[in-house]
């Protein structure tokens, strides 16, 4: 499309450098304390003003969302219309990220849907209606549309910016399963191992954890295999799954570590990304 309006935005690939689970709250969603990071790789979402709504897919994940009727970008147009106006539009994915990852390609999606129509309507991004509309379409949504490192409190919807390791060499691999987040919450044994400390980005994620790895790995023994993997490569810094999994990610001491690791890792069944952390 080669419409002047048309405002592309990146919904990059969200990663944990850590999620402590806390205790499980009386609404059924789980306290954390997560280090949330994005790296320089994920989908685009490309919105122009139309005559009429349409959305489209493309990419080489798009196959995997056709069929659903409902998802994460229409809901947070309509939420935008519902509160700001704008009219129509046509609304284009590119979806390179696999779905339901732990990765947050879907709320990535939803919140550069909501950057793009604030653009294109003149909405501040620090809005807090736009962020209300973030918070309620789901838990990472926020964090998604703040776009940066940051620590996430609550739901991650509380969230304070970070600095720290900015153009770290990053690998992510997908073993090639689809985890639901729900499953693996429920799953999760509700023993609280402590916080997250406070200091050096890169030392506080090291010392720190996902929660959520045993319980995925009960779910998903495939998490194995590739947390093994990447542990195992020289040169890596942290190693660990994100989100709820399925997907594993390494941060490495330099971009030649990290592409040895991603040359030996190639494999047919696992999705890889050679990227770096924003
Ligand atoms: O917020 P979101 O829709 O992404 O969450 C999906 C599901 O994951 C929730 O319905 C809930 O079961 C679980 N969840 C949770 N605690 C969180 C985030 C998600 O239990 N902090």
Redesign the pocket.
């Known amino acids: 499309m080669h419409d002047l309006r048309t405002v592309t935005e990146p919904a990059r690939a969200k990663l944990n450098l850590a999620l402590h ?1 806390r205790h ?2 009386p609404d ?5 304390e997560t280090l949330f990071a994005f790296v320089d790789h994920g989908d685009l979402v490309r919105v122009t003003p139309a005559e009429t709504d349409s959305f489209t897919l493309a990419g080489p994940f798009a196959a995997v969302l056709a069929g659903e009727g409902d998802n994460l970008v229409t809901r947070a147009a309509t939420r935008f219309r519902e509160a700001f106006g704008g009219g129509a539009h046509a609304i284009e994915l590119e979806k390179h990220l696999p779905v339901a990852s732990g990765i947050g390609g ?2 990535a999606d939803a919140a550069a849907t909501l950057r793009a129509l604030a653009a294109l309507h003149g909405v501040d991004l620090a809005d807090p209606k736009l962020f209300a509309i973030a918070d309620a ?5 926020p964090a998604c549309l703040l776009g940066r490192t940051a620590l996430g409190r ?3 919807e509380r969230l304070a910016p970070l600095e720290g390791l900015a153009g770290t060499p990053t690998l992510l691999v997908n073993p090639g399963v689809g985890v ?7 799953a ?1 044994d509700g023993e609280d191992r402590g916080p997250i400390g406070a200091g050096d980005l890169l030392a506080v994620a090291q010392v720190g954890r996902n929660d959520l790895e045993p319980p995925a790995r009960a779910i998903a023994p495939a998490i194995d295999a590739v947390l093994a993997a990447l542990a195992a490569q020289p040169g890596v810094l942290l190693a660990r799954m994100s989100g ?1 999994g399925a997907t594993c990610f390494a941060l490495f001491e330099t971009e030649a570590a990290r592409d040895a690791a991603a040359a030996t890792l190639r494999r047919p069944e696992w999705w890889l990304a050679a990227t770096r952390l924003c």
């Open positions: 689970v499980r709250r059924g969603y789980h306290e954390l879907g709320s379409l789901g838990s990472d949504v609550g739901r991650g639901s987040t729900a499953a693996v919450f429920k999760w709820s």
